[in-house]
């Protein structure tokens, strides 16, 4: 078998330590615990440094022994305490390294993505505050030659593993300027916490000066203001002092008023009786409509995400305190809900199949009044006997079994899904490979929506056609987030996979926006080319797989006092 040579860098020192593991036993571990602490005083959790830690803990030199668990989700990773040590964040990637870490030459793609992502950069006043959305010129741009706060995730990813933080702060800081802007939309206010969709960089022929103009949803398509704009930004933040290990930009009394506002809007109370987020349609990366009004599962993950983060980031002031409080109890019961009532898989399908109906008072089964008779011919042949996943809405009389990739997959990086769930969702993907990657990563919906029913959920939306755009359209972006997931459950295999079927297309096809088709076979029928958030997520993919312990910089550990519900069956206990 062959071996893998970890070269360990300790900070200051000379000093070099050796470990030797079977590709096969990296595969079989779960990575899920390769998070850490930045410094004092935010409230982060983190394992100690390298240099903080003795040679003799480095340098055993002894292979790590295969794990015989009882099951895939009881293997605790005892490759964790090596991979957190690896030279991450600090070393460069990629575009700047002609060989990954394990001394194997890195793919051509790589390169040509780093360069097409240095084009998309966008410059305030000298300096780099985001990327655009693509690169395209061959139509109108519409607004994609904007910087969007939800498309530049990736990319703001991909720069701080590669070891260049200041575009990150920058973003992070000129966004923050803007949320604080006046919004207005046909003489409506928006809330005060409201961050912008986009913002783009005007220039002043005359007076060369530049200034940023900001777009809260008054000029989208469908006039919806992004309601994960916020939940973003508060995601790149902990993002970058984690990476970084900065802790002043997170103590800027700027940042911290920003983090208030946003947690003040989605934490008011009114007359809603579930701990969900309710949105309107068109509101999150399904930015147009389809049927993802109500409480869709990408809004509620990002909430709780957000959420999660917030409570690392916040200073304990009386201010912080307060909030701190208020998101600890709303954590608990979205935890709690999310678990019980959006979870699916063959034992639960089989009882909402025996649901009885027009039940009454708490002690009622069938809480939301679900109809049997509206469960959805496909899924009874798309669930497996092993996996599940959180279905994509759930609220009175109506659920919505849609596969929401986003979604589920930042279920597993917040750890809103148990261990278990998180194994059962990378078992779906294995046993439902053909119809969630196809030829080309990754479906955003799965299955499409068509004829009738489209009609009516999509208002005859020609963009949004069957096996279309987000219609069951296949995204190459969500190729990090996956192989996120796949690294925190020690599946990587399954991220390799999507990988290299990827680069077989994306630099021929010019890096396209979406796939079309059931198997993703042709670019989108509007698709935009050179999609700088297609480069980007292939990039972090890249990066993550090459070093798994970036996964700290997107994923959280496990809270250990958010209880799963008991009662919910465990189909992957078989």
């Not at 000129?174 to 783009?200: H, N, Y």
């Not at 997931?485 to 630099?507: D, F, H, V, Y």
Request: hydrophobic fraction near 40%; glycine fraction near 6%; charged fraction near 25%.
């Amino acid at each position: 078998m062959s071996s893998i040579n970890v070269d360990v860098s300790l900070k200051g020192s000379l000093r070099n330590a050796e470990t030797l593991c079977d590709m096969a036993e990296i595969e079989e571990m779960d990575f899920s615990r390769i998070f850490d602490r930045p410094p004092r005083p935010l409230n982060m959790d983190r394992q100690r440094s390298c240099d903080e830690r003795s040679l003799s803990e480095l340098s055993t030199g002894l292979p790590i022994p295969s794990p015989r668990p009882s099951s895939r989700v009881e293997n605790n990773f005892r490759l964790i305490d090596h991979l957190n040590c690896l030279p991450s964040p600090g070393r460069r990637s990629g575009f700047n390294t002609p060989l990954s870490q394990f001394g194997v030459e890195t793919h051509p793609t790589v390169a040509e993505a780093w360069e097409a992502l240095r084009r998309s950069l966008v410059y305030f006043r000298g300096e780099p505050v985001g990327t655009i959305a693509a690169l395209d010129n061959s139509e109108e741009q519409v607004n994609y030659d904007q910087v969007f706060v939800r498309d530049f995730v990736p990319s703001a990813l991909a720069f701080l593993m590669n070891g260049e933080p200041e575009i990150v702060k920058n973003f992070i800081l000129k966004t923050l300027r803007l949320q604080s802007w006046e919004k207005k939309i046909d003489r409506f206010q928006l809330g005060e916490g409201v961050m912008p969709a986009s913002f783009k960089v005007l220039h002043d022929p005359v007076t060369h000066n530049e200034t940023l103009m900001a777009d809260f949803g008054e000029s989208a398509i469908g006039r919806v203001a992004p309601v994960d704009s916020g939940f973003w930004w508060i995601f790149l933040l902990r993002a970058y002092t984690k990476s970084t290990g900065d802790t002043s930009l997170a103590e800027k009394p700027e940042c911290q008023k920003g983090m208030r506002l946003i947690l003040s809007l989605c934490l008011s109370e009114g007359f809603d009786t579930f701990p969900t987020l309710l949105c309107a349609d068109g509101c999150c990366m399904v930015d147009r409509r389809m049927g993802v009004y109500g409480y869709p599962i990408e809004i509620q993950a990002l909430f709780f995400m957000a959420l999660r983060c917030a409570l690392l980031l916040l200073k304990q002031d009386e201010e912080g305190n307060e909030f701190v409080e208020r998101i600890t109890k709303r954590l608990h019961a979205l935890s709690f809900h999310m678990r019980s009532y959006y979870w699916i898989d063959l034992k639960q399908l089989n009882d909402i199949y025996r649901y009885k109906t027009e039940e009454y008072s708490h002690t009622a089964v069938n809480k939301f009044n679900v109809i049997p008779d509206s469960l959805p011919e496909w899924i009874f042949d798309f669930m497996p006997v092993r996996g599940g996943y959180f279905i994509g809405n759930v609220s009175p009389a109506r659920m919505d079994f849609r596969w929401f990739c986003l979604g589920n997959c930042i279920a597993i990086l917040s750890s809103l899904a148990t261990p278990e769930q998180s194994t059962a969702i990378m078992d779906l993907i294995e046993s439902r490979w053909e119809e969630l990657v196809g030829e080309m990563p990754l479906k955003v919906i799965y299955p499409a929506i068509e004829s009738h029913e489209w009609r009516i959920v999509t208002g005859c939306d020609p963009k949004n056609t069957r096996w279309s755009y987000h219609n069951g359209g296949s995204w190459p972006v969500l190729l990090w987030l996956l192989t996120a997931a796949c690294i925190k459950t020690g599946r990587p295999q399954i991220a390799r996979r999507a990988i290299e079927l990827a680069e077989t297309r994306l630099i021929k096809d010019n890096w396209p926006e979406y796939y079309d088709g059931k198997l993703g076979r042709f670019i989108g029928k509007q698709a935009r080319k050179s999609q700088t958030w297609s480069i980007a997520g292939y990039l972090v993919a890249k990066m993550m797989l090459e070093d798994p312990s970036h996964l700290g910089t997107v994923a959280l550990e496990e809270d250990k006092q958010m209880k799963p519900p008991i009662r919910r069956s465990n189909s992957w206990t078989f």
